[in-house]
């Protein structure tokens, strides 16, 4: 098959080195700021700023302080000339129809046997920390034509979605492409439990020692609307209230830990040397923990260890080169361009089909399993239900026993496609809403997005997929048109995959770029990552930890359970056939 790349077959080697060739290739030719001179806003740093992240974002980059902050526009990874929206051919093949044909599950959900369900939960954390778009704009929306028998139908013979926010920056006369905020900060900072703005995050603290609120060991919640206070709580459901508790007691053992060795410290200074450390683990814990669960390869396992601390042992000096050092404590780079999560970032995580439409229960002590629960009945309020009826221990257990669903065509979750908020309102599919925001946004069709990310296009249908049944769906749906299919469709169809891999080349070539850039961009992961301002005892939390050993500093009854569970993102009923990850001395 000579359309996907196969850099794995050579070994580690010389695979390494492929793929830190790929990244360089990438951040030359791939990296576009979406301002233009002279249009980055001015911002003003507080002396807090040099020591500390900000709640907003601004001045983690003391050259340019506006960058990576809350309410910039999000930048891309393809040239301007690309990015514009093919307003023509915005509905062309109908979303709902690619939706219904090629996403419905109809046959119940297909697994990742080497998975276990947190790594859901846990990628839909992480994008909350990332990346939003602001609340949708329903003055004009995007009116989807369905049939008139169709449940989605608002009455009008259309399903009606609302669009993303226009850039209220941006001159509409200037001569570019549209762009889009980002309602989050962009840095890897944990704003998703301490939010994006001062106000959120003084709502989520004691201060008092330097803590954030929990009550009675859970989140706060707001007696309205049912949903736990926390820095981010949109698209909730169990799983993410389970790892939102777990890190903000998470941060509250780590500012116990630097109470205990600085007991004259204000609760400022506890409180935001925690929130760096806490930063800095969920980062470390995406990169070494949960990467290599969901690529489960030999090769990128250790181009993920690599990029956090180097390929070399700690004694050996430093070569000056992230690819051998490691990026964590090394040199910033931004490679020319101003750091930005991008449209192509969003576009190719989206992946709803990891999300089952129920779950079994649990108990950790017998693993009977003591109930059952619908997605639908787990989301939003339905959440902080589930808590409480069952415990986090025995949800996270349950999570740990279960499998998510495969990144693949026709394994979308029912309940996404037939979402609704409110009795008697029209359904809405969130399937094809997810094809629409790419068009929306001026993400090129697959093929072009591959062109623009340095891969080879499809010749045929046939190519994309040895599954000669789904290849001709394909055709059918597209019209026999290669150049149509959608980023996140083709993304999901392609089955020539390195082994191992929850997702394919397209998806991993922006992932390349990104997954580095995240790190050699903060100064808090290059030349701020060190003792005067983490503290020796926080770089040695972060040295040790694992996703495992948070797990169990939390719920140390699990710990019969967790003993041969050696990266918590594999399956918990079985013996994890890999390493633990240890620190290089």
Request: hydrophobic content about 45%.
């Given at each position: 098959m000579s359309v996907y790349a196969k850099w794995w077959i050579f070994g580690p080697l010389i695979g390494l080195l492929t793929l830190a060739s790929i990244r360089c290739e990438l951040f030359e030719n791939n990296l576009f700021d979406t301002y233009a001179t002279g249009e980055w806003p001015t911002v003003t740093c507080a002396p807090s700023d040099m020591i500390y992240r900000s709640a907003d974002g601004r001045c983690n980059d003391l050259d340019l302080p506006a960058m990576g902050m809350a309410g910039m526009r999000m930048g891309r990874n393809i040239q301007p000339d690309y990015s514009w929206q093919d307003t023509d051919n915005l509905?062309?093949?109908?979303?709902r129809d690619v939706s219904k044909e090629l996403l419905t599950r109809t046959d119940g959900i297909r697994?990742?046997?080497f998975l276990n369900y947190l790594a859901a939960s846990w990628i839909q954390f992480m994008i909350h920390d990332w990346f939003e778009h602001g609340n949708r704009d329903h003055?004009?929306?995007?009116?989807?034509?369905?049939d008139g028998d169709d449940t989605h139908n608002s009455g009008d013979g259309t399903m009606p979605i609302g669009r993303t926010p226009a850039d209220p920056t941006k001159n509409p006369s200037d001569g570019r492409p549209a762009s889009f905020l980002n309602e989050n900060t962009a840095w890897w900072d944990g704003s998703q439990i301490y939010g994006s703005n001062q106000a959120k995050q003084n709502e989520l603290r004691t201060f008092q020692d330097g803590k954030?609120?929990?009550v009675n060991g859970r989140l706060p919640m707001d007696a309205q609307s049912g949903l736990p206070i926390t820095g981010f709580n949109k698209n909730w459901w169990v799983g993410l209230e389970m790892l939102?508790?777990?890190?903000?007691?998470?941060?509250?053992?780590i500012a116990d830990m630097l109470k205990q060795s600085y007991p004259n410290w204000t609760d400022e200074r506890l409180f935001q040397t925690a929130r760096l450390i806490n930063s800095a683990e969920m980062a470390k814990i995406h990169t070494v923990d949960w990467t290599p669960a969901i690529l489960k390869n030999f090769t990128l396992r250790e181009a993920m260890f690599a990029n956090w601390r180097g390929l070399l042992p700690m004694w050996?000096?430093?070569?000056?080169?992230?690819?051998t050092d490691g990026?964590?404590?090394g040199d910033k780079d931004l490679a020319n361009v101003p750091f930005s999560l991008t449209e192509e970032f969003t576009a190719v995580y989206r992946m709803h089909p990891l999300l089952r439409d129920s779950l079994e229960v649990r108990n950790y002590a017998s693993d009977a399993v003591v109930g059952n629960s619908l997605l639908q009945a787990h989301s939003f309020a339905g959440a902080a239900q589930l808590t409480s009826q069952h415990g986090l221990t025995n949800l996270f257990y349950s999570f740990g026993r279960t499998h998510p669903g495969l990144l693949e065509l026709n394994n979308y979750p029912q309940m996404l496609q037939n979402f609704t908020r409110e009795p008697g309102v029209a359904m809405t599919d969130l399937g094809a809403v997810d094809i629409i925001r790419d068009r929306e946004r001026g993400i090129p069709r697959y093929n072009e997005f591959r062109r623009q990310i340095g891969l080879n296009p499809i010749k045929d249908f046939t190519d994309i997929t040895p599954n000669t049944a789904m290849a001709e769906k394909l055709r059918q749906i597209y019209n026999n048109d290669i150049e149509a299919i959608d980023v996140m469709i083709g993304s999901y169809a392609e089955g020539y995959r390195p082994p191992g891999y929850g997702f394919g080349e397209t998806s991993f070539q922006i992932f390349i770029a990104m997954a580095s850039r995240r790190l050699?961009?903060?100064r808090f992961f290059t030349d701020d990552y060190r003792a005067e301002i983490y503290t020796q005892q926080g770089l040695d939390w972060i040295d040790n930890v694992t996703f495992t050993r948070v797990l169990l500093r939390h719920m140390p009854e699990l710990s019969t359970r967790l003993a041969k569970v050696e990266n918590g993102f594999f399956p918990w009923d079985e013996e994890n056939e890999w390493f633990e990850l240890k620190v290089r001395k």
């Open positions: 509905l062309n093949p109908n979303p697994e990742v046997p003055s004009d929306p995007i009116a989807v034509p369905v954030m609120i929990l939102h508790t777990l890190f903000v007691k998470e941060h509250n053992a050996v000096p430093r070569l000056g080169d992230p690819a990026i964590m404590g050699l961009a903060d």
